[in-house]
């Protein structure tokens, strides 16, 4: 059975870093997409930064120059990496991972960006 877990949140105060990281088992695929997604309250779940398997990675317009994804592939465990913290980074961070054709998620972990 696929599990998604992440780990890394808490509170950073503005214009400080975080680390996030998520780890995939249960699994022995060799080709999966792995992305962070957040939800803020009241808003909908938005895409934050995907890495592929090819490592490409993709950013939202919003976190472009302040997070960077990378995954470790012999950990199975993919990172993001939040620099330069705002106030409206604040939200449940998810990861999800694409083994194609289905996607499993982690239960998500709480980012709280405040003074």
């Known amino acids: 059975q696929v599990q998604v877990v992440e780990s890394g949140g808490g509170l950073v105060q503005p214009g400080g870093s975080l680390t996030l990281s998520c780890t995939v088992s249960?699994?022995?695929?060799?080709?999966?997409?792995m992305g962070w997604y957040r939800q803020a309250p009241g808003k909908q779940r938005e895409s934050v930064a995907t890495?592929?398997?090819?490592?490409?990675?993709t950013y939202a317009d919003s976190v472009k120059g302040r997070f960077t994804i990378s995954r470790e592939d012999p950990k199975n465990t993919t990172y993001l990496q939040i620099n330069d913290a705002k106030s409206e980074d604040t939200a449940v961070y998810y990861c999800?991972?694409?083994?194609?054709?289905?996607?499993?998620w982690g239960q998500g972990i709480q980012v709280t960006v405040s003074s």
């Open positions: 999800k991972v694409t083994i194609t054709p289905r996607n499993y």
């Open positions: 890495v592929f398997s090819s490592g490409t990675t």
């Open positions: 249960g699994t022995t695929a060799s080709k999966y997409a």
